[in-house]
């Protein structure tokens, strides 16, 4: 099994930066990769950024409303991915979601974290 969970989210004016945190715990063996959604009130979640897994290269891919501002990297803490977000805007504003992508025996699963909320001010 493997578990994640968010740290980091909160009020930032515009233009500001947050740094978000995510840690795997449990079999991180298995994970082929990290990222991140967000999810807007009423809407669907969105694909924000991704970081395969060390052994496959750390290979990054980001969205392009996200591209140049924000980016995802290795924290020091083992286990742990990061997310740094520069020039924050008003529609950045969301629930930030956390995921490990889990290889299992036949398929690859999204393990989620539990959000942490990011809101920007004007």
């Known amino acids: 099994q493997v578990q994640v969970a968010e740290s980091g989210g909160g009020l930032v004016q515009a233009g500001g930066s947050l740094t978000l945190s995510c840690t795997a715990s449990g079999s991180t063996y298995s994970i082929a990769g990290t990222g991140w959604y967000r999810q807007f009130p009423g809407k669907q979640r969105e694909f924000v950024a991704h970081?395969?897994?060390?052994?496959?290269?750390?290979?990054?891919n980001y969205a392009d409303s996200v591209k140049g501002r924000f980016t995802i990297s290795r924290g020091n803490a083992k286990n742990t991915v990061l997310l740094q977000m520069n020039d924050l805007k008003l529609e950045d504003t969301a629930v930030y979601y956390c995921y490990a992508d889990r290889l299992g025996p036949t398929m690859t699963e999204k393990v989620w974290g539990q959000g942490t909320q990011v809101t920007v001010s004007s």
């Open positions: 970081m395969s897994s060390p052994n496959m290269g750390s290979m990054t």
